[in-house]
């Protein structure tokens, strides 16, 4: 299982950091991403990693602001978003699968996670 957290309300220009701790399996081995939904939008990819390690890859629209990073200890990944801004807002998931060996165009497709956070939501708001 997957939970998200870290959620809330933000003004523009600041940062929240998202958490996702993982219960029943290892992080450290499987392959996370983030997506968010806003809504009346369609869920896209944010950030992901594959689990045989190497780059962490970003969406072009938050590419520079957010971080993505991991804490095997804790079994958590994290998202640290800087300089938010509106349309930033919507529903984070986390997102996770067993295949360490991804294909790389394949990131971002939701459809090849089948471990699910519940979602928190970030709003960008003044």
């Known amino acids: 299982q997957l939970q998200a957290s870290g959620g809330g309300l933000v003004q523009p220009g600041g940062s929240l950091r998202l958490s996702c701790a993982a219960s029943?399996?290892?992080?450290?081995?499987?392959?996370m991403s983030w997506f968010r939904q806003a809504p009346g939008k369609e869920r896209e990819w944010v950030s992901g990693r594959r689990g045989s390690g190497g780059t962490t890859y970003y969406a072009d629209s938050v590419k520079g602001r957010f971080t993505m990073s991991r804490d095997n200890a804790k079994n958590t990944v994290y998202l640290q978003m800087n300089s938010l801004k509106p349309e930033d807002t919507a529903v984070y998931y986390c997102?996770?699968?067993?295949?360490?060996?991804?294909?790389?165009?394949?990131?971002?497709?939701?459809?090849?996670?089948?471990?699910w956070g519940l979602g928190t939501q970030v709003t960008v708001s003044s």
């Open positions: 029943g399996f290892t992080l450290g081995y499987s392959t």
């Open positions: 997102a996770a699968t067993m295949e360490r060996h991804m294909i790389l165009s394949r990131l971002g497709d939701r459809t090849q996670y089948n471990y």
